[in-house]
Structures are given as structure tokens and as C-alpha cells.
């Protein structure tokens, strides 16, 4: 019989509760599906003012008395909750905060999305907490699945303070890493606020990074295995700085703990043939409804330029530099002088908003841009889009190019990350291929795979082929399910074996540096 694990999950982001990205998706997709296969899952999301209690069923759970920790200079109490997702048996607990988390936003400001000051005192509050609920609960635990630099304090807390733990003296950690691009970088002097071992904030030590804290390191350091989103970008993030954003050299250091599992895509969610977000429903057998959903969308957002015959490119995004939209604002008007529409979601950086709103005020009865975050408009965006453009400068998994294919909305991705590995140029002469594909990170080669996309759109046949191809790829959690049971037992086995132990105090104590 195969083994059933004890699995914890800490993260900051978990679908249907709090989103911001794909890490949300993530949990809360891997979480079911581990939950499915027999394992005992709980997962360890912060209570943002955002989750409502009545919306999401939660329950309070009564903690020992005074169960509190003094981070900022204040004692402040742990609070916790108790539900579950829809359809999913993971059990999921809400630790809470009068001071640090009862404001609506996850990571900032929900309207001037300007990061929260005490993010670093808010994330080292969640993470002790997480080890000490283990504790109260008397929840014996084989792994501690950390996502990201908000949870990424767990593995050097268990070592340092909770080895002698019974719950957790035989767990093991994997710290999956979304993006390097933020890695919770905060300055020295909060180091006595969260009461962080300062012995560890030396210069080059497992802390410190360029005279600041930085939690990511501090996982890339204590956990027993790392992963990543993607192959490609496991190997990416270990070649320089470009990728690894200062902390390829930590990296390379536990290149032997390093993998790569790729995101998979939850099809309960994400199918064309049963979404309720879309008015007309389709398949890859008869997909003739998102042709109507193309049509609804044009008169929803008053395209009045476009046709049924119109090539439209969707856009579903975080507005950040990661995501390419230098690139895209480079070619924008190019693309918009052919018989082409485009529709955009997101929200970020206000650069951004300014700039796309200006587009729209430009074209527009051929631009539509929405600033906001909308679950509903972003699966009719994949619904009802021919194409959807991600030209990523950077992209470590990427869910949205998966989500396109099963929509038949065929991505145009930069050849990198996650996109490299999901996305196959389409072939006209064999017929294969998912998708348009471009290698430099240049405004022509973005503006090539464009010009190929809309040009085979004009060949009914060929683009039937491809939009059968995409809609039959098969992206299911399945495999990367046991991709991370793998990754469990390695962890567990890695933390009952001696020569990684050794290791990792050698590199403690400066041995082995960034
Ligand atoms: P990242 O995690 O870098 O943002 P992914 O492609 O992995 O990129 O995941 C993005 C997820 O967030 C997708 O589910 C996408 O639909 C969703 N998303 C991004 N922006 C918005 C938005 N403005 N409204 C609704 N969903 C959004
Ligand atoms: C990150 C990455 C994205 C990935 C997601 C979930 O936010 O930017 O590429 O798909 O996390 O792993």
C-alpha cells in the first residue's frame, strides 16, 4: 500500500478564499487533489479581513488560553478558524490577528496597491504562529509544504526552535519557490521586532542578504528540498542573476535538492464545457459556442470595430514588469492597424493603469480594458478570446497559457519558464502544436509571433487544427500531485538522514557562503 502523509500547507494565497495569482490557484488545486489521493491535508492561510466568515463557513476554534506572541512590540493573540473549500476535504486554518491581519488586503493596500509597511512583521507572526498551533493542536505532521518568501521562516524556526517537538520532530520541509521575484526583502532593523535569531543576520549568513533581512534565503538554506514551478525555470533560476535575482549562488549551493513540478490546472474550475462564468458552453468535440462568447463580448464591451471575423487577443494579468507589457506597448499600435481587438484584465502597477487606459480612450471601439480583479470576466475573456497574448519576461509556471488552451484561446508566449515547457509552436506542415512561440525578449520577435498567429488565423482549416490540439492537451494535477508526494519523501527522508543536517549547520555557521 502506498504511504499516506500527514501534509501541512502554509501559504498566503488559497482559492476560494484569498487570491491575488497563480499561487492561490496552486493551493488550492494541490491541496484538493492531495486530499483526493488519501493523504491528510491542512492548509495554513493568514485570516485577511477580506474572508468573511458567513461566505466561507468559517468556525472558530477555541486555542489554550493566551495563546500569543509578541512581534512589533506588541503581544498579540492567536486567533484561528476552521472550513474547507467547496468540494475539497483539505481542512483549512485561518490564523488571525487583531493588529496584523484584520485589514482586507493580502499583501497591500486593495486600492492603491501599495505593499503594507508591516508586511515583514505580519509574515513572521504567521509563520510563528503556524509552528505553534502544530504544537497546541498536537498535529503530528511528516511534511511542511512552505510556498514563498511569506512562509518561508518555517524551516529555519523548526530547526532552531521546535526539533525537540514531538509533532514535529520527524517533519520534513519543501519550500516551493512561484517567483524570485519577490523574496521578502525587509530592512535589518525590524530584526529585534520579530525576534528573529539575530546570530543568523550576519553578513552572508543565512538571513542577511545586501545588509537586509531576506525570508527566501533563509528557506533556500534551512529547507530539506526545494522546488520550483516549472523544469525549465528550476534550472533558470540557477544561472544568474537575471533569473535568480541575487540568490542564484544559494541556489546552485543545494542544486542536488532543487526540482522542478509543473502547476497543473484544476478542470473541475477551468472547462469550457461546464463554466458558470460563461453564457455559452463548449468542447473541443464541438466548440462552436465560443464563437457566441466572442460575440457577447464584443457587444458587452462595445467593440463596435470588431466582427465576428476580427481577431481578438485576450489578456488576463498582474500588471508587472514580469509580464512583459513593455514589449507589448511596443507593438501595440502595429497590431491594432490589422483587423484585431483587444481585450485586457488586470491590476498592478499604475503605470500600467494609466497606460492602458490611454490605449482604450485611443481605439475605442477595438480596446477594452478592465482595472480590477474579476473571476467572472477572466474565464469569459479565455472563453471568448481567439488568442491570449503572455509575453512574459520571466515566467516560472504561468497558469493562464494552460487555462487558454482548454479555452481554445491559443497563447502567444515568450520561450521561457513554465511557457517553454507547456506551449509548442504550431507547425503548419504536420499540423502540430499548441500554440506561437518567440525566444528574445525583443518587440519584433513578439510582433513576428503575432503576424503568425493572426496570419494562420485567416486558414479556417489550419486554425481548426490548432484549436483541436490545444483544447485535447492535458494539463490535470494528476501527475504533479505525485510530483510533490515524490518531493515529500524525499523531504522526509533527507531530514532522518545525517549528511544534510551537517550541511546545512555548516552553511549556519558560515561555511558555505551566498
Ligand atoms: P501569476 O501567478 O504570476 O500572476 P499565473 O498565470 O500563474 O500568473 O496565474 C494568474 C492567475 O491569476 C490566473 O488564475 C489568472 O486568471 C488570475 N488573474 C490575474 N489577474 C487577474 C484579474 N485582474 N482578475 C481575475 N483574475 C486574474
Ligand atoms: C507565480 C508565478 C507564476 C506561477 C504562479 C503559481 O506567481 O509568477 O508563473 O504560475 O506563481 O505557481
Same mark, same amino acid.
Request: aromatic share 10%; hydrophobic share 40%; net charge neutral.
Given at each position: ?122 509574515? #513572521? ?68 521586532? #520579530? ?108 467593440? #463596435? ?190 531530514? #532522518? ?18
Amino acid at each position: 500500500m502506498k504511504r499516506k502523509f500527514k501534509i501541512s500547507i502554509a501559504s498566503a494565497e488559497m482559492v476560494p478564499f484569498a487570491k491575488v495569482g497563480g499561487l492561490g490557484d496552486v493551493v488550492g488545486s494541490l491541496s484538493k487533489k492531495l486530499a483526493t489521493m488519501g493523504h491528510e491535508v491542512r492548509v495554513f492561510l493568514p485570516r485577511y479581513g477580506s474572508i468573511k466568515a458567513k461566505e466561507h463557513g468559517l468556525r472558530k476554534v477555541r486555542l489554550p488560553e493566551g495563546m500569543s506572541l509578541n512581534i512589533g512590540g506588541v503581544e498579540g493573540e492567536i486567533l484561528l478558524w476552521q472550513s474547507r473549500a467547496k468540494g475539497s476535504s483539505a481542512k483549512v486554518y485561518f490564523v488571525g490577528n487583531d493588529h496584523l491581519f484584520s485589514r482586507e488586503g493580502i499583501y497591500g493596500d486593495p486600492v492603491t496597491h501599495e505593499d503594507y509597511q508591516d508586511n515583514g512583521l505580519r509574515f #513572521t507572526f504567521f509563520c510563528k504562529a503556524i509552528l505553534e498551533l502544530h504544537k497546541a493542536l498536537g498535529l503530528e505532521t511528516d511534511v511542511l509544504h512552505c510556498n514563498d518568501h511569506q512562509t518561508a521562516l518555517i524551516p529555519l524556526l523548526l530547526r532552531r526552535d521546535y526539533s525537540g517537538e514531538p509533532t514535529l520532530s520527524n517533519a520534513g520541509t519543501l519550500f516551493t519557490i512561484h517567483n524570485m521575484g519577490y523574496q521578502g526583502v525587509y530592512p535589518l532593523d525590524i530584526l529585534e521586532q #520579530t525576534g528573529l535569531p539575530e546570530d543568523l543576520a550576519y553578513p552572508m549568513g543565512p538571513l542577511e542578504f545586501w545588509g537586509k533581512l531576506n525570508f527566501m534565503k533563509s528557506a533556500i538554506v534551512y529547507s530539506d528540498v526545494i522546488s520550483t514551478v516549472s523544469e525549465t525555470y528550476a534550472k533558470e533560476i540557477q544561472s544568474g542573476e537575471e533569473f535568480g535575482f541575487g540568490l542564484e549562488g544559494s541556489l546552485k549551493a543545494r542544486s542536488e535538492d532543487l526540482f522542478g513540478v509543473l502547476n497543473g490546472v484544476d478542470y473541475t474550475a477551468w472547462n469550457p464545457a461546464r463554466d458558470r462564468h460563461i453564457p455559452h458552453k463548449y468542447s473541443a468535440s464541438d466548440w462552436g459556442g465560443k464563437l457566441k462568447n466572442k460575440l457577447y463580448l464584443i457587444e458587452k464591451e462595445k467593440l #463596435t470595430q470588431l466582427s465576428e471575423k476580427s481577431f481578438l487577443l485576450g489578456v488576463v494579468s498582474r500588471l508587472a514588469d514580469q509580464k512583459g507589457f513593455d514589449l507589448l506597448q511596443s507593438i501595440v499600435e502595429e497590431m491594432l492597424s490589422k483587423d484585431l481587438g483587444l481585450v485586457l484584465l488586470g491590476a498592478g502597477q499604475q503605470k500600467y493603469h494609466e497606460y492602458f487606459l490611454a490605449l482604450r480612450s485611443k481605439y475605442p471601439g477595438k480596446v477594452s480594458v478592465s482595472l480590477k480583479f474579476s473571476e467572472k470576466l477572466a474565464h469569459l475573456i479565455e472563453a471568448a478570446s481567439d488568442a491570449f497574448l503572455m509575453p512574459s519576461k520571466y515566467e516560472p509556471c504561468g497558469l493562464n497559457q494552460m487555462y487558454s488552451m482548454k479555452y481554445g484561446s491559443i497563447p502567444i508566449v515568450r520561450y521561457t519558464g513554465g511557457l517553454a515547457d507547456t506551449v509548442e509552436e504550431f507547425e503548419p506542415a504536420s499540423g502540430s502544436g499548441t500554440g506561437f512561440v518567440f525566444h528574445g525578449y525583443t518587440p519584433a520577435a513578439l510582433m513576428e509571433a503575432v503576424t503568425r498567429a493572426y496570419d494562420t488565423y485567416q486558414d479556417k482549416q489550419q486554425w481548426s487544427r490548432l484549436v483541436k490540439n490545444a483544447m485535447e492537451a492535458d494539463f490535470s494535477w494528476r501527475r504533479s500531485a505525485q510530483g510533490y508526494v515524490e518531493l515529500y519523501k524525499r523531504a522526509i527522508e533527507r531530514k #532522518t538522514s545525517g549528511p544534510f543536517a551537517s550541511w546545512v549547520d555548516a552553511l549556519a555557521e558560515g561555511a558555505v557562503g551566498r
